[in-house]
C-alpha cells in the first residue's frame, strides 16, 4: 500500500498526465451546438458538418484542443467535446431495442464488473452492453459475446470500433445454446429472449460466486427466469429490479421532469453461482 | 488491434487465470445465510460467527473455495462468497446519509469515469462514493477525496481499507472552499450542501470537457446548482435527473414490487467543462 | 339508517332501474373497434363513420343497446359502448396543457368533493378539470370556473357539453385576481400560473376547513406555492405530491408496462382553511 | 338546462347554504395538532384527548366551528377540522391489507362510479374501497359488499359508520363464487386472491358496458386475470395500470419526495362488458 505521500505525489502532477489533447485527424470528436444538436464526427472521414446552425469546416478543428470552440458559417458557436461512453451510445447504429443508460449502469455495478473482469454476454444484438462492459473491463479484461446473426455481429463491431473499445471485446458467431468456450468467468449476461432454457449454460461458464445477470422486457420472462433459477439449486443471492429514470429540464425557471420519458425497458435479475 | 484469433487465446484459456480462489486467514468473505443473514467477515479477526441459524467456527472457512458452504451448528448451510463492491458498501460504517447504488451507478455512468481516471470528490463523508470510484479507476487511477471533519475520515479509510481499495484512495483533510491541489482531472464529484458557491472550483480543477457531477438532496438545491452552472457559463451539456429503483420478491408466486422502498435519495446534476 | 333489509329492496331490484338503456338519435356512443379506434358519436349529427377498418353507417346503431355491437362494411365488429368521462375527456378539444386522469382522480378525491360539493376552479382552459369536478358534485352541486380568455370559455363549454354536464357548471369570464364572488365555497382549485398571488383570494372564498388545491408543472412554482401557503398561516395540512402511473400491456405473453409514458404534468399541493 | 343566471343563483348564494357549522355532541371531528397528531373524535364518546403537546377537554370544543382551535392544556394551538373521506379511512381499523388513496382515487375514476350508480364489491375486508365507492355513489346509489369472513364484515361495517356512509352500502356476509344477487349492476369490483375465476360471475352481474374492476398485488395474480378476460371474451377495452405516488416534504428549504415511498400495493386492470 503506498503512503499518502507517495500518492499524493500521484501520477494528476506528473506533467506526463498534463497532456493537453490536441485534436488530430484521427481524433473522435463530439461537436455540441445544444442539447438537440450534437454530432460525432472523425475529421478526416469527413469534410465539412452541415447542421441547420450553420456548416462546418472540419479542417478547421484539427489542432483545437477538447473543450475549445469554432463557429459554423452562421457565426453560432460549437463546442468539441471528448465524447463519453454515453455519447458513443447514443450515436450507436440500432438494429435492435437495446438497454438504456439507467440500466447498463446498474448492471454493471450489481455484476461486479471492473477493469480485469473476464465476461461473457449473449445476445450481442447492436453491441450496447457489450460496450458498456468493454469500458468497464478495460485494459487488462475481456468480453466474449456470442451472436447468431452474422449482419449484427457486423454492426455491432462497428459500433465497438467506433467507441475505441475493439481491443477489450472478441466477437463470437456461434449460438451460445451450445454452450460457453470460456470457463471460470467472472459474470455471464443475458439479453435474449428464453434465458430460463440457458441457466445451465452460464452455470458451467461462471466461477463460482461469479454473477449471472439477466435482462427481460416482459413479466412472463421474468417470471420464468426467477422460477428457473430457483429450481437450478445453483444460484443464490437471487433478485430482480427494474429503474425508472427521471429526466429533468434544467432552464432555471422551467425547471421541471421531462413531460414524457422512457418509462420501461426491461426487468434485471441477479444471481450468485454456488457449488451444487 | 488484436485479431480476433490471438484474442480467442485470451486471458481466460490461460492456466494461471484458472486460479481457483482458496479462502485464507486475511480473505474476506461473504458468509450468505439467506437475504436477510449476510455476514462480511476475516477468518484470522474472529474466531466464531454466532448468528440465530447457528454458529460458524471460521477456522473451518479456512482452505475452503468461494462458492462453497459450511453448516452451522445447527445444520444450516452458511454460503461463502466472493464479497463484491456492493456487499462492501452495504456493511459499510454510516456516519452521514449515503449515496445509494442506484444512483452511485448512474453517475459513475455518466461522468465517464473508468480505469485510469484521476477524478474529485468532496466531502468524503462515510466513503461510499470514494469507493465506487475508486473501484472503477483501479488499478492506474486516482481518488482524491475532500473532508474537513478528521473524523469522518477515519470511518471512510476503514470503510474502504475493508474494500480493499486503498490503494487507489488519497484522504485530504481540507476545505475544498480553498481549491482543489490537482489540476487537469476527469471529473470532480461534489456531495455537499452548497455546491453552487463551488462551481469555480470545479472549473478550475477540471481538464477542459471534464465533467462535473453533483448529488444535491432538495429541490432548492437543484434550483441554485442549475442557476449557478447557467451563470459560470463555463460549463454545457447540463443535465439532471433523479432515479426510482424498484426491486422484486422473487419468491416464484408472489413476485411483486416491494411494498416500500426507498423513493428519494437525491438528484444529480452532470456538465461539462468549456472554454470560457 | 335504514336496515340492511330496507335497502336490500334497494334501487337495483327495482323495475325501473332495469332500464334497458336504448341508443337513441340524441344518445351519446363510444364506437369501439380496438384500442386505437375509439370514436365518439351522436347518431343524429352524422351520417356514417369512416374508418380503416370499414365505414359505419350511424343510422343502423339506432335502437341498439350499449354493448351490442354492429360490424363495419369490411365485416370488423365495432362495439357501442356507452362513454364514460374518461372516454369523454379523451375526446376534448384541447387549447390548453391539460391535467391527466391519473391527477384528476387524485385532486379530486384529496379536496374531498362528492356529490353536492359547491367548489371554485380558476383558470377553466381547456375545461378537463371542470368536467372531473361537475362529474363528481353532480346533481345537486356546482361548479364556479372563472376564465379570462373568452375563446377558452367557447371550447371548455361545448367540451363540457359533449361531456352531458353543463347543467352543473357556471361559467365565468372573469379574472380571479380581482376576487372570487362565491364565499363559504367547499373547495377551491387553481390550475394557472402564478397561485402564490392568489392565497388570499382562495382564503376569501373558501368556508373554515375547505380545500385549496393547486396544481403547477414546475419545482419553482412548487417552492413559491409551498413557500406562500407557509406564510399565509391560513392554511394548515400542507401536502404536497406528484403521480406516476404506468401502463401495462394486456397482451397475454407480452404483458408489461409500455415503454414510453407520461412521466410528469405537474405537482399538486393541498391545503386546509383555518381560522387566522 | 338551467341558464347561467339561474345557476348564477346557485346554492352557494342561498342564506342555508352559508349554514356556519357548529360542532355538537354528536359531530365528528378531526382534531389537527400537526401532521404526526391527528386525531378523530366525538365529543359525546370521549371526555378527554390526552396527547404529548397537552390534554384537550373535549366538552371545550362543543359550540365552536370547525376550523377554530382550541389550546391544550400546554398552550399548543389543536385545530377542529372537518373530517374528510382520506381522513377517515386513515383511521379505519384494518385487518386486511388495504387499498392506498393513489389506487382508491384511480379505481373509481377509471369505474365511472358516481351519484347513483350501483355497484357491487367483493370482499368487503376492512371496507376502505367500500367506504371510497359508498362516498362518491351517495346519495342515490348503493354498493353491495360481500364478504366471507363474518368477523371482517363486523369491522368493515363499524369503520363505514365512523365515515358516516352506512346508508350506501348493504354488507353481505356471501361467498361470491356462488353469484351475485344483483343484476344490471354499473361496475364490479373485485379485491380478492383470485379474480380469474370469477369472471363470469360479473359477467353475469354487470349490465352491459359495465365495468369490472380488479385490484391483485402479484405479477402471476396480473398475468391470470389478463388472460381469463381475454379467453372470456365478454370483455373489452382490458387495460392495467400501476401507479406510483411521491410525497414531498412541504417545509420550505427542505422540499424534496420523501425518502420512503409506498412502492407497490397492487395492479389494477379494467374491462367493459360486451354482448357475446
Known amino acids: 500500500m503506498l503512503s499518502d505521500e507517495e500518492r499524493h505525489q500521484g501520477r494528476a502532477f506528473k506533467p506526463e498526465n498534463q497532456i493537453i489533447e490536441v485534436i488530430s485527424e484521427n481524433s473522435k470528436v463530439l461537436i455540441y451546438i445544444d442539447e438537440h444538436r450534437k454530432f460525432l ?9 452541415e447542421t441547420d446552425r450553420g456548416i462546418i469546416d472540419l479542417e478547421n478543428i484539427i489542432g483545437k484542443k477538447y473543450g475549445d470552440y469554432v463557429e459554423t458559417t452562421l457565426g453560432v458557436k460549437a463546442y468539441l467535446l471528448k465524447p463519453m461512453l454515453s455519447d458513443f451510445i447514443e ?33 450481442t444484438g447492436s453491441g450496447v452492453l457489450t460496450a458498456a462492459l468493454a469500458y468497464y473491463v478495460k485494459p487488462s479484461g475481456r468480453v466474449y459475446t456470442y451472436e447468431v446473426r452474422k449482419e449484427f455481429i457486423a454492426i455491432a463491431r462497428s459500433n465497438i470500433k467506433m467507441a475505441g473499445l475493439e481491443n477489450y471485446v472478441v ?33 458451467d461458464a461462471l466461477k463460482k460466486s461469479g454473477v449471472l445477470a439477466v435482462f427481460i ?21 437471487i433478485e430482480a429490479y427494474d429503474i425508472m429514470l427521471r429526466r429533468y429540464k434544467t432552464i432555471p425557471g422551467e425547471v421541471r421532469p421531462m413531460t414524457w420519458a422512457v418509462s420501461h425497458t426491461g426487468y434485471m435479475v441477479f444471481a450468485r453461482k454456488i457449488l451444487i
Open 217 to 237: 422486457p416482459t413479466m412472463e420472462q421474468l417470471l420464468k427466469t426467477i422460477s428457473a433459477l430457483r429450481e437450478h439449486k445453483g444460484f443464490i443471492n
Open 41 to 49: 464526427v472523425k475529421p478526416h472521414m469527413k469534410r465539412r458538418l
Open 91 to 123: 450515436k450507436f447504429r440500432r438494429v435492435t431495442q437495446v438497454i438504456y443508460p439507467k440500466d447498463l449502469a446498474f448492471i454493471v455495478f450489481k455484476s461486479g464488473v471492473s477493469s480485469g473482469s473476464i465476461v461473457v454476454e449473449a445476445g
Open 171 to 203: 466477437f463470437k458467431n456461434k449460438n451460445i445454446e451450445s454452450g460457453i468456450d470460456e470457463k471460470n468467468v467472472d459474470a455471464v449476461f443475458y439479453d435474449l429472449p428464453t434465458p430460463w432454457k440457458l441457466i445451465d449454460v452460464a452455470y
